[in-house]
């Protein structure tokens, strides 16, 4: 709102003061000030006052200098509006005094500060008062104000009162304080005082406040919190400069005081913090004080003990960036340790100056008692590598059990000493950084650990170690862990992998720590790809397994290997499943198949379910899932969301019956990858118990061939491809058999069980005794009793009794609850597929196969008139017409027409009634009845259209059916897509969608409260009306399409169009995706966010057509495109590029030739949300800092390097006659002169470091005033600046780098080129290692010098020579040198800067040879103490001038495509050979001539 008013002023046209005032009529209010008076007389809440004055159209009302006196006739007037309109609105919640007037009191009369605060005086709404950096003329101004701020104080609702950054007098205070002292009516709650008064004499009028008043709960004083990183402004504070006196009455005023209960001390003196906090301690000290804070106050040990040994009062302390020797530390520790009241220390240490690990640990020690709990909460912020090894250490300590005092451990590891891609090589050092010396952690007390982790390598180094403490540990229940986005982990780069195999290690944690209950990794790579919603889920999940394992170890059960399990069948129809399943019977039960001896097979409907074998060994059900697409939906309704217990075969007929021949190999592909997708997805990723999925071939009899060759590559590959999520076993030769013959079906049998026998034994998690028996007990119950398929629970707990009183030990027996552990049964039988379980439904399925197959399996054939046998009509009692849908309802007669034809074919069943059966079709989600009407929503059971010729003809029909109510002149139209993040592996489930659907109405209804009429549904979509918004929510199950859905959303008109973002965000896409992760959805696929074409949305083109893109591919383009124009900036230039121009990006939709639409653009900024543009600024600024930190350490490294082997080197710098560096920089004159020590380096960084902070600071104060985008503007701004100082940087470092190479004066003067190379003859970059033979042919190749960075020139062909006598001395002198070029480049973060991963082939083989010549530049260093110059680099270097010179020289456009160019500036090196991109890029911007 502020932001919006803002500028909706500055767009006002200037008014010409002058000329109004000499108009009699009076003229017309500016437009800014009518719409000031307008919104401030509106309805809505107003937060805060906007800055009124910093805006330029009202600032000519309110000029700053002027006097007072000047302000007659219509600027008075305006005034006067301006301050009664302010002053009359009684609904702001915030008055921020300087933003009335701009920081200056002397801007407004006396009586016009009468005017404008009238408002406030007795508001009910307002909550806070800042008075802060105010400036006045008189005193008595400041004195009059502080009157009228003393009414409001008391007579209005104000609570939290901040003074900051002022000099005010006593007098102020006095007034201020003046109503407080008697009015025991005030409602201030808290008071902050930084900096306030400008001198000790208002302490008197302070304590007044604090005596008076009874309410006040919080006390702040201290330094201004933000205050770190600026300069000091005025030392007066009287806590700074010591006035004992003062503090003194202020102590006694804290004891005597009965109703405080907060006390913040900031960077107060340390002499004074501890008269302050002698009020604290003591018999007579201060009762009411439950929390105290101390940030950044040294030498206050002893005071700190003394209240830890006889405060009572205090709950809470907070002690942050607190220095004291080690000793006292430890003492402290003590005091903790022996204190009972304190339930919670945190300790920060935020700063570099903060307190060491050794203290910490101290403390800890000297706290750590068996028989506390553990009070305190430690975050430390490691500065090197070194303090990180410690701190993972201590946590070690903790992690084992060693210190028990500490309750939560935050580490911020921010340094970023890594660079450029370069390891360490401390890596090796992590791997043993937490070791667990056996213990498995049982008796740590570590319950939060939080990790912020900048560095990769550190983080990959710690992870493994860290899950695998943390698997037998059974009190860490919240971890948070951060990776910031930044150097190789940006989610959105394409290079980024996504820590998959960290994910799956936190995943396989997950499947033995039940303790673990909140996982935040919403600053990592994971919330972004879709992973988060998967950890999430998996949490819930164990929450569940937690209640029952509880259960189960509580009734002292015992244990053993899971015996029951099941055999999935799945592959396309006809494939012979049931011929497999049939065999495979007759095998087992040793006798032969009668049943269909000499009719056809039936087609199976929905899934058969049989039981195989139930003996001691094992208790296995074959699940024989029907081919035919339509009951795919109620196939993954039923299917198992873990592997555990699971076998799969997929079952492929290579036999096309039709023509007798083999089908296309293309035709196996897509079966098997089809079904691997779909097990995949259906499941969730269990860590190491991947799905076990064999591949069967059936029909080898009708084929002429034995040979499986053409499977086995097929198989190879997808194997591959599906590595992380199923374990696809090998074809072998007994994998492909006839499936009517036994003797051929018998190994694949044997194998079967010996998958079974080594799952459970080495991969299923144990279970109880009673499990194994009771799922044995029901297996042979239901071949007796057919007819009798649902139990009441009731029955079903009668039937287990008997068990129970078996197997639970007497010892147990009267404590078990025994309703637990039935439902913890119910959950286990259900896994193995024993009984079905459904939510809600007072009966237990006893009989899978009732439900799978005779119930729902039939009604999706009746009501898709499926006809199991090809020979017979089906649907003789419904009719054709009715069975029809398109939108997936149907008529009450219809349904009941399904119902009967059901229950008709099934007259034995007992228990089972309409109700029952109508029951759990809804509680399954497979539908509903729509409320107050008779319509059924059934979109699986009914058919769509009448046939498949028609489904072609209609295809995209259902789109015509959905349409914008109404369009606007100012429509938003905004397209989200939510699609699968690996679209080879993931696929959304058929039943996915539908159960979205149902799940989502009733949360709205239910919970959202939205009305039914508002909520619209239809077979492939969902539509809503929220919050003003129309929504479609779409999915098309369709070959293009069944990987994605996409929500479609009409803004509406009173909302902005980012807010509306915001909450389709939270309410339906972020819905979305955690039911996709429920077990309910598709617990194997993880979702991503895209956005959709605007024209595609507005115009509602089908969903196969739109154009739409990953938001991760978007930032990446925007990212890119960014950067690519940054490298373009010339530096002398660079003020010419507007930082929105950088901000332009467009996007390219591709054309839609369907619907004849050409392509079109559309910027990045409307289509990103503010928070992902914002990030990819952020992550630009962020990489462009520590680009530059790395490069400015390199530079230092390498100044020091030439200052410690010259120590005239400075001299010869600074004034050496080579003439690309005589106009040595700024920077780089600091650099070298910061270089001489280490403290030095140190204040380099930390300024950069500052830069980043105050860029950051600046955005945020901008923010409040501005809109987002001009506060883009900024971080714009900074960044060109950074780029300007990253471009200098690089100039004065590759200058020191020449001086390495031996490029002299003389070269430059002569100007040889400087980027020389070599090549063999196809282009491959010579190693440094490589050997080079007499003969060999090789092509001395020349980089681009331009001053943006060098790199090397497409399609080049280089100066081809042979190596001989002559030449073999000084070719490999090239070599080198080209090397070091690269080394230093490289080592100084460069190759990301300059983009010459791109640029270079191998460029990756390359990095790992400069990495093994660390010791360059100790060659280097040695040759330049031996005398400075390496006579052989120079005698290369002469060479290449003599070659390239005189008669070539004119070749050089042709040969290397390079030219000869002049750089406008000297400190952009003189003279420079470019290629013709960066020439022209050069000239346009004026920085170089040709
Ligand atoms: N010659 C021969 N016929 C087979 C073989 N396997 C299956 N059949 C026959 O192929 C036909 C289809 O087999 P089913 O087992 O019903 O196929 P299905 O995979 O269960 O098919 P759906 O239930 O529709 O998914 C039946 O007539 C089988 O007898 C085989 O290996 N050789
Ligand atoms: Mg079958």
């Given at each position: 709102?502020?932001?919006?008013g803002?500028?909706?002023?500055s767009?006002a046209?200037?008014l010409?003061?002058?000329?109004?005032?000499?108009v009699?009529?009076?003229p017309?209010l500016?437009?800014?000030?009518?719409?000031?008076?307008?919104?401030?007389?509106g309805?809505?809440?107003h937060?805060?006052?906007?800055?009124i004055?910093?805006c330029?159209?009202?600032?000519?009302?309110f000029?700053e200098r002027?006097?007072?006196?000047?302000?007659?006739?219509?600027?008075?007037?305006v005034?006067l509006?301006?301050l009664?309109a302010i002053?009359?609105?009684r609904s702001?919640?915030?008055?921020?005094?300087?933003g009335?007037?701009?920081?200056?009191?002397?801007?407004?009369?006396?009586s016009?500060w009468?005017?404008?605060?009238?408002?406030?005086?007795?508001?009910s709404?307002?909550?806070?008062?800042e008075?802060g950096?105010l400036?006045w003329?008189s005193?008595?101004e400041?004195?009059s104000?502080g009157?009228q701020l003393g009414v409001?104080l008391n007579s209005?609702?104000v609570?939290?009162l901040t003074i900051e950054d002022?000099r005010?007098?006593?007098?102020?205070?006095?007034?201020?304080a003046?109503g407080?002292?008697e009015?025991?009516?005030?409602?201030?709650?808290s008071?902050?005082?930084r900096?306030?008064w400008?001198?000790?004499?208002?302490?008197?009028y302070?304590?007044?406040?604090l005596n008076?008043?009874?309410?006040?709960?919080?006390?702040?004083l201290?330094?201004h919190s933000?205050?770190?990183?600026r300069p000091y402004m005025?030392?007066y504070?009287?806590?700074?400069?010591?006035d004992?006196?003062?503090?003194?009455l202020?102590?006694q005023a804290?004891?005597?005081?009965?109703?405080l209960?907060?006390?913040?001390?900031t960077e107060?003196?340390?002499?004074s913090?501890a008269?302050?906090?002698?009020?604290l301690?003591g018999?007579?000290?201060?009762?009411?004080?439950e929390?105290?804070e101390?940030i950044?106050?040294s030498?206050l040990?002893?005071?700190l003990?003394?209240?830890?040994?006889?405060?009572?009062?205090l709950?809470?302390?907070m002690?942050?960036?607190?220095a004291m020797p080690?000793?006292?530390w430890?003492l402290?520790?003590?005091?903790i340790?022996d204190n009972?009241?304190v339930t919670?220390?945190?300790?920060s240490?935020?700063?570099?100056?903060g307190?060491?690990?050794e203290?910490?640990?101290?403390l800890?020690c000297?706290a750590?008692?068996?028989g506390?709990?553990p009070?305190l909460h430690?975050?430390?912020?490691p500065?090197d590598?070194d303090?990180?090894?410690s701190?993972f250490n201590l946590l070690?300590?903790?992690?084992?059990?060693?210190?028990?005092?500490?309750?939560?451990?935050?580490?911020?590891?921010l340094f970023?000493s890594i660079s450029?891609?370069?390891?360490?090589?401390?890596?090796?050092?992590?791997e043993?950084?937490l070791?667990?010396?056996g213990?498995t952690?049982?008796?740590s007390?570590?319950?939060r650990?939080?990790l912020?982790l900048?560095n990769e390598d550190?983080f990959k180094?710690?992870?493994?170690?860290l899950?695998?403490?943390?698997r037998g540990n059974t009190?860490?229940t919240?971890?948070t862990l951060?990776?910031?986005l930044?150097?190789g982990s940006i989610?959105w780069?394409?290079r980024?992998?996504?820590f998959?195999?960290?994910?799956?290690?936190?995943?396989?944690?997950?499947?033995?720590n039940l303790?673990l209950?909140?996982?935040?990794v919403?600053?990592t790579?994971?919330?972004a790809?879709?992973?988060a919603?998967r950890?999430?889920a998996a949490?819930k999940?164990n929450?569940?397994?937690?209640?029952?394992m509880?259960?189960?170890?509580?009734a002292?059960?015992?244990f053993?290997?899971?015996k029951?399990?099941?055999?999935?069948?799945c592959?396309s129809?006809?494939?012979?499943k049931?011929q497999l399943r049939q065999t495979l019977m007759t095998?087992i039960?040793g006798k032969s198949w009668?049943?269909?001896k000499?009719d056809e097979?039936?087609?199976?409907k929905?899934i058969?379910?049989?039981?195989l074998q139930n003996n001691?060994?094992m208790?296995?059900s074959?699940?024989?899932?029907?081919?035919?697409?339509i009951f795919?939906t109620l196939q993954?309704v039923?299917?198992p969301q873990?592997?555990?217990f699971?076998v799969?075969?997929?079952?492929?007929s290579?036999?096309?019956e039709?023509?007798?021949s083999?089908?296309?190999?293309?035709?196996?592909?897509?079966?098997?990858?089809?079904?691997?997708?779909?097990i995949?997805s259906?499941?969730k990723v269990?860590?190491h118990?991947l799905?076990?999925?064999?591949?069967v071939?059936?029909?080898k009899?009708k084929m002429?061939?034995?040979?499986?060759?053409?499977?086995h590559?097929?198989v190879?590959?997808?194997?591959?491809?599906?590595?992380?999520?199923v374990d696809?076993r090998p074809?072998?030769?007994?994998l492909?058999?006839?499936?009517?013959?036994?003797k051929q079906?018998?190994?694949l049998k044997?194998h079967i069980f010996?998958i079974f026998?080594?799952?459970?034994?080495?991969k299923?998690?144990l279970v109880?005794q009673l499990?194994i028996?009771?799922?044995?007990?029901?297996l042979?119950?239901?071949?007796?009793?057919?007819?009798?398929p649902?139990?009441?629970?009731?029955?079903?707990h009668?039937f287990?009794?008997?068990s129970l009183k078996q197997l639970i030990?007497?010892?147990?027996?009267?404590s078990?609850d025994h309703?637990r552990?039935?439902?913890s049964?119910?959950?286990y039988?259900?896994?193995?597929?024993?009984?079905?379980y459904?939510?809600?439904?007072?009966?237990i399925?006893?009989?899978?196969?009732w439900?799978?197959?005779?119930?729902?399996g039939e009604l999706?054939?009746v009501?898709q008139l499926f006809?199991a046998?090809?020979s017979?009509a089906y649907?003789?009692?419904i009719?054709?017409?009715s069975?029809e849908s398109k939108?997936g309802?149907?008529?009450?007669s219809?349904?009941?027409?399904?119902m009967e034809?059901f229950?008709g074919?099934?007259?034995?069943?007992?228990?089972v009634d309409?109700?029952?059966l109508?029951?759990?079709?809804?509680?399954l989600d497979?539908?509903?009845?729509?409320e107050?009407?008779s319509?059924y929503f059934i979109p699986?059971?009914i058919?769509?259209?009448?046939?498949?010729?028609e489904?072609?003809h209609?295809?995209?029909?259902?789109?015509k059916?959905?349409a914008?109510d109404?369009?606007?002149?100012t429509?938003?139209?905004?397209g989200?897509?939510?699609q699968c993040?690996?679209l080879k592996?993931?696929s959304?489930t058929?039943?996915?969608?539908?159960?979205?659907?149902v799940f989502?109405?009733r949360?709205?209804?239910?919970?959202?409260?939205?009305?039914?009429?508002?909520v619209?549904f239809?077979?492939?979509?969902?539509?809503?009306y929220?919050?003003g918004?129309?929504?479609?929510?779409?999915?098309?199950?369709?070959?293009?399409?069944?990987?994605?859905v996409?929500?479609l959303?009409?803004?509406s008109?009173?909302?902005s169009?980012e807010?509306?973002?915001?909450?389709?965000?939270?309410n339906?896409?972020?819905?979305l995706?955690s039911?996709?992760?429920s077990p309910?959805?598709?617990?194997?696929?993880?979702?991503?966010?895209?956005?959709?074409?605007t024209?595609c949305?507005?115009?509602?083109?089908p969903?196969h057509?739109?154009g739409?893109i990953?938001?991760?591919?978007?930032k990446?383009?925007f990212f890119d495109d960014i950067?690519k124009?940054l490298r373009?900036?010339?530096?002398d230039?660079s003020?010419?590029?507007?930082?929105?121009?950088?901000l332009h990006?467009?996007?390219?939709w591709?054309?839609i030739p369907?619907l004849h639409?050409?392509?079109t653009f559309?910027?990045a900024?409307n289509l990103?949300w503010?928070s992902d543009?914002?990030?990819?600024v952020?992550?630009i600024?962020?990489?462009r800092?520590?680009?530059l930190?790395s490069l400015?350490?390199?530079?230092?490294?390498?100044n020091?390097?030439?200052a410690?082997?010259h120590?005239?080197?400075e001299?010869?710098?600074?004034?050496s006659?080579l003439p690309?560096?005589?106009?040595c920089n700024?920077?780089?004159?600091?650099?070298?002169?910061?270089?001489?020590?280490s403290v030095d380096?140190?204040l380099?960084?930390?300024?950069i470091?500052q830069?980043?902070e105050?860029v950051?600071?600046?955005?945020?104060?901008?923010?409040?005033?501005?809109?987002i985008?001009q506060g883009?503007?900024?971080?714009?701004?900074q960044i060109?600046?950074?780029?300007?100082?990253l471009q200098?940087?690089?100039g004065a470092?590759?200058?020191?780098?020449?001086?390495?190479?031996?490029?002299s004066?003389?070269h430059q003067q002569?100007?040889?080129?400087?980027?020389?190379?070599?090549t063999d003859?196809?282009g491959?970059?010579?190693?440094?290692?490589?050997s080079?033979h007499?003969?060999?042919?090789?092509?001395?190749r020349?980089?681009?010098?331009a001053v943006?960075?060098f790199?090397?020139?497409?399609d080049q062909?280089g100066?081809r020579?042979?190596?001989d006598r002559?030449?073999?001395?000084w070719?490999?002198?090239?070599i080198?040198?080209?090397?070091?070029?690269?080394y230093?480049?490289?080592?100084?973060?460069l190759?990301?800067t300059?983009?010459?991963?791109?640029?270079?082939?191998?460029?990756?083989?390359?990095?790992?040879?400069i990495?093994?010549?660390?010791n360059i530049?100790?060659i280097?260093?040695?040759a330049?103490?031996n005398?400075g110059?390496?006579?052989?680099?120079?005698e290369a270097?002469?060479?290449?001038?003599?070659?390239?010179?005189?008669?070539?020289?004119?070749s050089?456009?042709?040969?290397f495509k390079?030219?000869q160019?002049?750089?406008v500036?000297?400190?952009?090196g003189g003279h420079?050979?470019?290629?013709a991109?960066?020439m022209?890029?050069g000239?346009?911007s004026?920085?170089?001539t040709?």
């Amino acid at each position: 709102m502020e932001g919006e008013g803002a500028s909706m002023l500055s767009r006002a046209p200037e008014l010409a003061i002058g000329e109004m005032e000499s108009v009699d009529e009076e003229p017309e209010l500016p437009p800014a000030v009518q719409d000031l008076i307008r919104r401030l007389g509106g309805k809505a809440m107003h937060v805060s006052l906007p800055p009124i004055l910093s805006c330029p159209e009202l600032e000519d009302f309110f000029p700053e200098r002027a006097p007072l006196s000047t302000n007659t006739g219509w600027r008075s007037q305006v005034r006067l509006r301006v301050l009664e309109a302010i002053g009359s609105c009684r609904s702001f919640e915030t008055l921020i005094v300087e933003g009335i007037c701009g920081r200056h009191i002397s801007r407004l009369t006396a009586s016009e500060w009468e005017v404008v605060l009238r408002g406030f005086n007795s508001s009910s709404v307002l909550r806070e008062m800042e008075i802060g950096q105010l400036t006045w003329s008189s005193e008595a101004e400041v004195e009059s104000l502080g009157l009228q701020l003393g009414v409001i104080l008391n007579s209005s609702s104000v609570a939290h009162l901040t003074i900051e950054d002022c000099r005010l007098t006593p007098r102020f205070f006095l007034n201020l304080a003046s109503g407080l002292r008697e009015n025991y009516q005030s409602k201030l709650k808290s008071l902050q005082l930084r900096q306030a008064w400008e001198n000790a004499s208002a302490v008197k009028y302070v304590v007044e406040m604090l005596n008076g008043d009874s309410r006040l709960e919080t006390l702040s004083l201290g330094k201004h919190s933000r205050e770190g990183y600026r300069p000091y402004m005025l030392e007066y504070h009287i806590l700074y400069k010591r006035d004992e006196a003062a503090v003194r009455l202020l102590s006694q005023a804290l004891k005597q005081n009965s109703s405080l209960t907060k006390l913040v001390l900031t960077e107060v003196e340390g002499g004074s913090a501890a008269l302050l906090l002698n009020a604290l301690a003591g018999d007579d000290g201060n009762r009411s004080i439950e929390r105290l804070e101390l940030i950044e106050i040294s030498g206050l040990g002893k005071f700190l003990r003394e209240i830890f040994i006889s405060n009572r009062s205090l709950r809470a302390v907070m002690l942050n960036n607190m220095a004291m020797p080690l000793e006292e530390w430890r003492l402290l520790g003590e005091a903790i340790r022996d204190n009972a009241t304190v339930t919670n220390v945190s300790i920060s240490t935020l700063l570099e100056s903060g307190l060491l690990l050794e203290e910490l640990e101290e403390l800890a020690c000297a706290a750590s008692s068996d028989g506390k709990e553990p009070v305190l909460h430690l975050e430390n912020l490691p500065q090197d590598y070194d303090e990180v090894v410690s701190a993972f250490n201590l946590l070690g300590r903790v992690l084992r059990g060693e210190i028990k005092s500490i309750q939560s451990f935050c580490l911020y590891q921010l340094f970023s000493s890594i660079s450029g891609g370069f390891r360490t090589g401390n890596q090796k050092s992590m791997e043993s950084i937490l070791p667990m010396y056996g213990k498995t952690g049982e008796t740590s007390v570590l319950s939060r650990l939080k990790l912020k982790l900048y560095n990769e390598d550190i983080f990959k180094g710690v992870w493994k170690q860290l899950l695998w403490c943390l698997r037998g540990n059974t009190r860490v229940t919240s971890l948070t862990l951060s990776i910031p986005l930044g150097l190789g982990s940006i989610p959105w780069l394409s290079r980024y992998e996504g820590f998959k195999e960290e994910f799956r290690d936190l995943m396989r944690l997950l499947q033995v720590n039940l303790t673990l209950r909140e996982i935040d990794v919403s600053e990592t790579p994971w919330q972004a790809d879709g992973k988060a919603a998967r950890i999430e889920a998996a949490l819930k999940q164990n929450q569940q397994r937690a209640v029952y394992m509880t259960a189960f170890r509580e009734a002292q059960l015992q244990f053993g290997e899971a015996k029951a399990g099941r055999l999935f069948l799945c592959g396309s129809p006809r494939a012979g499943k049931t011929q497999l399943r049939q065999t495979l019977m007759t095998i087992i039960q040793g006798k032969s198949w009668i049943g269909n001896k000499w009719d056809e097979l039936r087609r199976t409907k929905g899934i058969e379910v049989e039981f195989l074998q139930n003996n001691d060994k094992m208790q296995i059900s074959v699940w024989d899932l029907a081919g035919h697409w339509i009951f795919r939906t109620l196939q993954t309704v039923l299917f198992p969301q873990t592997s555990d217990f699971c076998v799969f075969l997929f079952v492929y007929s290579p036999y096309r019956e039709e023509t007798s021949s083999r089908k296309l190999d293309s035709c196996f592909r897509n079966e098997l990858e089809g079904w691997l997708t779909f097990i995949a997805s259906s499941m969730k990723v269990t860590g190491h118990n991947l799905p076990q999925v064999l591949v069967v071939i059936s029909h080898k009899d009708k084929m002429s061939s034995n040979s499986l060759t053409w499977a086995h590559s097929i198989v190879e590959e997808l194997r591959k491809i599906f590595a992380n999520y199923v374990d696809l076993r090998p074809i072998q030769d007994f994998l492909y058999v006839d499936s009517r013959k036994k003797k051929q079906v018998i190994p694949l049998k044997n194998h079967i069980f010996e998958i079974f026998e080594n799952l459970f034994s080495e991969k299923s998690p144990l279970v109880p005794q009673l499990c194994i028996q009771l799922s044995a007990l029901l297996l042979s119950n239901i071949k007796a009793n057919r007819t009798c398929p649902l139990w009441p629970l009731k029955k079903f707990h009668d039937f287990c009794d008997p068990s129970l009183k078996q197997l639970i030990p007497s010892s147990s027996a009267n404590s078990v609850d025994h309703s637990r552990i039935l439902t913890s049964l119910v959950s286990y039988l259900n896994d193995v597929g024993s009984i079905i379980y459904i939510p809600n439904l007072d009966h237990i399925v006893v009989d899978p196969n009732w439900l799978t197959n005779s119930f729902l399996g039939e009604l999706i054939a009746v009501g898709q008139l499926f006809q199991a046998q090809e020979s017979k009509a089906y649907g003789r009692t419904i009719s054709r017409d009715s069975t029809e849908s398109k939108d997936g309802f149907v008529n009450e007669s219809v349904f009941d027409q399904l119902m009967e034809t059901f229950l008709g074919k099934q007259p034995r069943l007992q228990n089972v009634d309409r109700e029952i059966l109508e029951k759990i079709l809804f509680n399954l989600d497979l539908g509903f009845k729509l409320e107050d009407t008779s319509q059924y929503f059934i979109p699986s059971f009914i058919r769509e259209h009448a046939s498949m010729e028609e489904q072609k003809h209609q295809k995209g029909a259902h789109a015509k059916s959905m349409a914008w109510d109404s369009k606007v002149a100012t429509s938003q139209f905004v397209g989200i897509r939510i699609q699968c993040e690996d679209l080879k592996t993931m696929s959304l489930t058929a039943a996915f969608f539908p159960r979205f659907q149902v799940f989502m109405r009733r949360k709205l209804i239910s919970e959202m409260h939205v009305s039914k009429e508002t909520v619209t549904f239809s077979r492939h979509y969902l539509r809503l009306y929220l919050d003003g918004h129309q929504i479609f929510v779409e999915h098309v199950q369709s070959e293009n399409s069944h990987n994605y859905v996409d929500v479609l959303m009409l803004c509406s008109e009173h909302k902005s169009k980012e807010a509306a973002i915001k909450y389709v965000l939270e309410n339906i896409v972020h819905e979305l995706i955690s039911f996709c992760a429920s077990p309910n959805g598709c617990p194997g696929v993880a979702l991503v966010l895209g956005v959709i074409q605007t024209i595609c949305v507005e115009m509602l083109i089908p969903s196969h057509l739109r154009g739409a893109i990953l938001i991760k591919e978007l930032k990446s383009e925007f990212f890119d495109d960014i950067n690519k124009k940054l490298r373009g900036i010339a530096l002398d230039r660079s003020q010419l590029v507007k930082e929105e121009e950088l901000l332009h990006y467009e996007y390219t939709w591709p054309p839609i030739p369907a619907l004849h639409l050409n392509a079109t653009f559309e910027k990045a900024t409307n289509l990103l949300w503010k928070s992902d543009v914002e990030a990819v600024v952020n992550e630009i600024r962020q990489k462009r800092n520590q680009q530059l930190e790395s490069l400015q350490q390199s530079l230092i490294r390498l100044n020091n390097d030439l200052a410690q082997s010259h120590p005239e080197s400075e001299n010869r710098v600074t004034n050496s006659s080579l003439p690309h560096i005589k106009d040595c920089n700024l920077a780089l004159a600091t650099c070298s002169r910061q270089a001489s020590t280490s403290v030095d380096t140190q204040l380099v960084l930390s300024e950069i470091h500052q830069l980043g902070e105050k860029v950051h600071s600046v955005h945020e104060t901008v923010r409040s005033v501005k809109s987002i985008v001009q506060g883009l503007d900024v971080k714009m701004e900074q960044i060109i600046s950074l780029q300007q100082q990253l471009q200098s940087t690089l100039g004065a470092y590759m200058s020191k780098v020449d001086r390495v190479i031996e490029y002299s004066e003389s070269h430059q003067q002569s100007r040889t080129p400087k980027r020389p190379y070599v090549t063999d003859d196809v282009g491959i970059f010579y190693r440094i290692s490589a050997s080079l033979h007499l003969g060999t042919t090789v092509r001395l190749r020349l980089m681009c010098e331009a001053v943006t960075g060098f790199h090397p020139v497409k399609d080049q062909e280089g100066l081809r020579l042979r190596l001989d006598r002559e030449n073999s001395g000084w070719i490999p002198r090239v070599i080198e040198i080209s090397y070091k070029v690269m080394y230093y480049a490289a080592k100084a973060g460069l190759d990301g800067t300059l983009g010459l991963g791109e640029a270079i082939p191998q460029w990756d083989d390359l990095k790992t040879d400069i990495v093994k010549l660390d010791n360059i530049s100790d060659i280097d260093r040695w040759a330049i103490r031996n005398g400075g110059h390496s006579v052989q680099l120079n005698e290369a270097w002469l060479r290449i001038q003599q070659i390239l010179a005189p008669q070539l020289r004119d070749s050089i456009p042709r040969i290397f495509k390079l030219c000869q160019v002049k750089y406008v500036r000297q400190q952009n090196g003189g003279h420079a050979w470019v290629c013709a991109e960066c020439m022209c890029k050069g000239s346009l911007s004026g920085s170089l001539t040709c």
